[in-house]
């Protein structure tokens, strides 16, 4: 890289510490610095899901599987598009009328405190091994590939910056950050694509040297990675929790004005959910189609960025990757001392004071760091070169459970806390046993048919076999325990939430306009790729 290019990537650091420090003023010592003071409106909200979903896992993750299988993955981001609706219409009037702080402070008032510690407890984990870890691990190849720095080197430097804002500025640093954020990543991500259509000869060219299974995004039921009855049924399974019950995602919408900004954010979110397929998955198919194939795996959009830009777009480009990857990190880190100070600190010290629940949220990251570095050097043994489906695969083990408790939790009164545990537990030792399965088998090679079958059957199905076993425990055990007290579901479900959806408001109606609007260009375009 040239002076240029680093110094382009030095302001775009001191930019990020300057918003960090000018929020640390902001509600210092009290338990807003989680929320940003519940006043951000919608373009900030939207902005901030964008930009604290896309982390540089996304980047070189979609363009690595993209260059192995084509378009197919896409299908995870126009999902997105369909379940942040979900977000936004159906379970974001809960939470706000509920004036929780998290998602298991939400889950504990439905349910029991039980489900609330578990929900805690397996998010924290979740993001050890599956945001954490995978996002420094993205992060190091792209600095490896540009800088030359060592993976370890790379996620250090990475985490202290990361660190150092959002510490200082809480949940308005890290939504302010991600608004600055998400204009960088989208125009280096644009860049780079138009850079990369331009050298491999145009549109055209790429698709005549591309195979033609890459341009169709409905995969046979036989397809290993993206089966149309996984991508289907299976993968809004996983879209529920992250999108609509993840602490990670769901902290923004907490922080919304009202329900009309927060509603608005989700769905700007699902406009900017679009972009990924022709931003990050289409780079890989452009580096498959420049090398005849020589090139692919997670290492594809690092390659593109070495050899095809030049000085200074160069520095534009990283620092959009880094703005991902910090974007996301933030928000980790300040969603995990949330859960931590909120869910777990606070009950167990109900005594202690604002000061010293900010305190204790500023100093619970760095454990959560230093095991997702841990983690990092599995990850590879585990994705074959695509930690995006890594990704996916782990998240499709542990979100069913939790998933099945919020859509029947919203919808139906009857389910209770006794059925809510059993599902949550039941969920978690089936999705356990098939990742140990799964890794086991990877390392060493099962003998066994029967337990081969369970350790390769495809991940998105699995999600499914999850989901309803869950939902059977749930219902199971809720019929026959007691039936929860009505008094005790006030705005925790449709029949006891005092909203009016129906309300003809201004904001209501461009909301629902723009809604339905998002799901046309959504169909058209599964028709135009199917």
Not at 102 to 109: A, C, G, S, V
């Amino acid at each position: 890289m040239s002076t240029i290019d680093y110094a382009i990537i030095a302001v775009y650091f001191l930019g990020v510490l300057l918003i960090g420090y000018l929020f640390s003023k902001r509600d210092k010592n009290t338990t807003q610095y989680f929320l940003a003071g519940r006043n951000v409106g919608w373009v900030a909200i939207g902005a901030s899901l964008f930009a604290t979903n896309i982390s540089s896992e996304h980047f070189l993750g979609l363009a690595g599987t993209g260059s192995k299988t084509g378009l197919a993955v896409g299908h995870f981001e126009w999902l997105a598009c369909l379940i942040v609706l979900l977000l936004g219409w159906l379970f974001t009037p809960f939470y706000l009328k509920s004036g929780v702080f998290t998602i298991p402070e939400f889950i504990e008032k439905r349910y029991n405190s039980a489900s609330r510690y578990y929900l805690s407890i397996v998010s924290i984990f979740a993001y050890i091994f599956t945001k954490v870890s995978i996002s420094l691990y993205a992060g190091g190849i792209l600095l490896h590939s540009v800088v030359g720095w060592d993976l370890y080197t790379s996620a250090i430097v990475i985490v202290i910056v990361t660190g150092i804002y959002t510490v200082m500025g809480g949940l308005s640093a890290v939504i302010y950050t991600d608004l600055i954020q998400m204009f960088i990543l989208i125009t280096g991500s644009i860049v780079l694509t138009l850079i990369g259509l331009d050298y491999a000869g145009g549109w055209t060219t790429v698709v005549n040297n591309t195979p033609t299974e890459f341009w169709s995004m409905f995969k046979p039921m036989s397809d290993p990675d993206f089966p149309w009855t996984g991508i289907v049924f299976g993968a809004p399974i996983v879209g529920i929790w992250y999108w609509c019950t993840d602490q990670y995602i769901v902290q923004r919408v907490l922080s919304a004005k009202n329900i009309d900004h927060a509603q608005a954010g989700t769905i700007l979110a699902g406009f900017l959910k679009i972009l990924p397929v022709f931003i990050l998955v289409l780079p890989g198919i452009i580096v498959f189609s420049i090398t005849n194939g020589e090139v692919t795996g997670d290492k594809s959009y690092a390659w593109m960025i070495t050899n095809l830009l030049p000085t200074g777009l160069k520095g534009l480009v990283i620092a959009g990757l880094l703005a991902a990857l910090m974007s996301s990190l933030s928000g980790m880190f300040n969603s995990t001392s949330t859960l931590l100070t909120i869910d777990i600190y606070k009950k167990l010290k109900p005594d202690a004071d604002e000061k010293q629940l900010v305190n204790f949220g500023r100093l619970t990251t760095g454990i959560i760091v230093i095991l997702g570095l841990l983690w990092i050097p599995f990850i590879s043994i585990l994705s074959d070169e695509r930690m995006y489906v890594y990704l996916q695969s782990v998240q499709s083990y542990i979100s069913p459970p939790i998933a099945a408790l919020f859509l029947f939790g919203v919808f139906w009164n009857r389910v209770n806390g006794k059925g809510a545990i059993a599902a949550l537990i039941t969920g978690f030792i089936v999705g356990v046993f098939r990742f140990a399965l799964e890794v086991f088998h990877k390392l060493y090679t099962l003998q066994n048919e029967f337990l081969v079958s369970i350790a390769t059957i495809n991940f998105l199905h699995f999600a499914i076999i999850i989901f309803i076993i869950s939902s059977i425990v749930l219902v199971g055990v809720s019929l026959l325990t007691e039936v929860p007290s009505r008094s005790t579901l006030k705005n925790l479900t449709f029949a006891n939430v005092d909203v009016d959806f129906h309300e003809p408001t201004p904001w209501r109606k461009r909301n629902i306009f723009m809604s339905l609007l998002l799901v046309m260009i959504l169909i058209y375009l599964w028709w135009t790729f199917r």
